[in-house]
Structure formats: C-alpha cells, structure tokens
C-alpha cells in the first residue's frame, strides 16, 4: 500500500501570509495526487487534482505542484476563510490513500 | 445540480451490521466510479472502497476487507455499503464521494455510524 506522510500537521499563519504544505508518497505515484481542503462539520472539498490542476471555482490563490514523491500545496495569500484542515490523496493505485491532514489555524 | 444523499447511520452494537446507502441525482450515476471514506470522530480522513461504473471491479482498505461490501444499483442511482461484523473503531462518519483518477469532486453530508454497546 502507498503510504502518504503530510506535513506539518498543523501550523500558525495570518491573513495575508503564504502557507505551504507538503505531501510524500512511500513510492511513486506520478502525479495522482489530489488535495482537498475541509472545514469542521463539513463534507471535504476538493482544491487541486493531477497534482497542480485547479477545481473548478476554486480561487486562483491555492497552486499545487509536484510529480512522483513529493508535492507541495500553497496558499498565496491566506484568506480568513482558508482556515481549515487540507489533505493529501493518491489516486495512483487502491487503496487510495489520504495524508494525515495539516490543520492551518490563525 | 448533483447530490448525494446518504443514510442508514445509527447506533449498533459490536459484532452487528448494518447497511448505508447513498442516493445520488444530477449526473449519470453509471458513469462514475463511486467510493466510501470515513471519518472518526476528531480524525483524519480514511478511504474505505470504491467500485468502478459497472461494478466489476471493487477494492477495500485492508481493515475492512472481509466484512464489508461496496455495491451499486445503477437502475436506482444508488450506492451501498454493506457492514458485518462491525466493531468499535468502525465509529466513525460515512461520506460516499464521486470519482477515482481525478479525485473525489462530489461528496454527501455524511452519515455517522457508532458502534458502542
């Protein structure tokens, strides 16, 4: 099974900051790599799938980037309403595993 | 619009069963491959299983294998979760969640499942 390690787990930012998050996959997975932002009480969202390609009506200041291993989501310019949880996920081969989750908080 | 609904969460005891389904509008069910991921009460995210479009291929993570059963109703726009067998750190809520290469793009609300004697 593939393995995927998120980090940090959680982190501190301000509005306006940038924010980055990785994402390391025990083998490769080219670039099946999806990541999806979630709010407490809520069903999780997809941000970025093919590792750097933008859901439709997601604003244009999440980018991803990455392809075999390692991955990196970032946040350009953090917004009041981007504090939440975001997670990794391989879509490579089942089971499709999710990272841990980073948890970005003020 | 798509949605999808889920339900048959409830209370069951350790060792009993207990069946979700998952109905869905707005899109052509039969195209899509279609998954379950829960989530423990102040966990992460877990994939569970996932079923392609014709439901000829199936998979499971590894701690359900066994006793649960991903199946689908295309006639019905329905999808299902059959759980035996079901034990404690099963609790947890239930999301049923659209796609597979391109991630899951669509999700239900969630229903929760709570395994306690």
């Known amino acids: 099974d593939i393995q995927m390690a998120q980090s940090p787990s959680s982190l501190s930012a301000s509005v306006g900051d940038r924010v980055t998050i990785t994402c390391r996959a025990s083998q490769g997975i080219s670039s099946y790599l999806n990541w999806y932002q979630q709010k407490p009480g809520k069903a999780p969202k997809l941000l970025m799938f093919a590792a750097s390609t933008l859901q439709s009506g997601v604003p244009s200041r999440f980018s991803g980037s990455g392809s075999g291993t390692d991955f990196t989501l970032t946040i350009s310019s953090l917004q009041p309403e981007d504090f939440a949880t975001y997670y990794c996920q391989q879509s490579y081969s089942p089971p499709l595993t999710f990272g841990g989750g980073t948890k970005v908080e003020v | ?117």
Not at chain 2, 69 to 91: F, G, H, P, V
């Open chain 2, 1 to 117: 619009e798509v949605q999808l609904v889920e339900s048959g969460g409830d209370l069951v005891q350790p060792g009993g069963s207990l069946k979700l389904s998952c109905a869905v509008s707005g899109f052509t069910f039969s195209t899509y491959w279609m998954n379950w991921v829960r989530q423990a009460p102040g966990k992460g995210l877990e994939w569970v299983a996932v079923i392609k479009q014709d439901g000829s291929e199936k998979h499971y993570v590894d701690s359900v294998k066994g006793r649960f059963t991903i199946s689908r109703d295309n006639a019905k726009n329905s999808l299902y979760l059959q759980m035996n067998s079901l034990r404690a750190e099963d609790t947890a809520v239930y999301y049923c969640a659209r796609g597979y290469g391109s991630g899951m793009a669509y999700w239900g609300q969630g229903t929760l499942v709570t395994v306690s004697s």
